[in-house]
């Protein structure tokens, strides 16, 4: 529990229940609990490119919700999932810009030396590290394709 990412959570926490924001701090619980899960399951302690990781997926996981809640005509649980969406991401890194996607795919192309569709996991095993919290891997994904197909 004394990673640098996890001490600003709870930092965080505390604040949240000072100020008494409710949404907030559920949200910020429901990160904390998943590192709990974790470190109970596996027996390990959750560091911080773990934790980025962990974050990365409840990201992907709001977005799938949003948009089936959305499809669904229940804006009002979607707005729940926006509002998690926003107070995870206040713990990630600055999101990688359009460019800087574009550059970070192209160098990994050209260091993996990936040719095809068929190289593209070596290309992916060198952004991944990179673009980890930082960018929606759904989107590397897309972009790699286009950029190899």
């Known amino acids: 529990m004394s990673t640098e990412l996890r001490t600003r959570i709870s930092d965080a926490m505390k604040d949240a229940m000072r100020a008494r924001e ?5 949200a910020i619980r429901l990160i904390l609990a998943e ?16 934790a980025l990781a962990v974050m ?24 729940v999932e926006k509002a998690e969406m926003l107070v995870i991401q206040d713990f990630l890194p600055t999101q990688l810009s359009a460019e800087e996607l574009d550059a970070m795919v192209t160098k990994a192309i050209a260091d993996s030396g990936a040719e095809s569709m068929r190289d593209m996991g070596k290309a992916m095993a060198l952004i991944k590290p990179q ?7 759904g989107d590397v994904s897309k972009l790699l394709k286009a950029k190899l197909g």
């Open 35 to 50: 590192f709990k899960r974790i470190e109970v399951d596996e027996r390990i302690e959750v560091d911080d490119d773990r």
């Open 56 to 79: 990365d997926k409840m990201l992907k996981q709001r977005r799938d919700s949003i948009s089936q809640f959305e499809a669904a005509g229940r804006a009002d649980l979607a707005d």
């Open 131 to 137: 673009a980890a919290g930082r960018a929606d891997m």
């Open 22 to 26: 409710k949404e907030r701090l559920a």
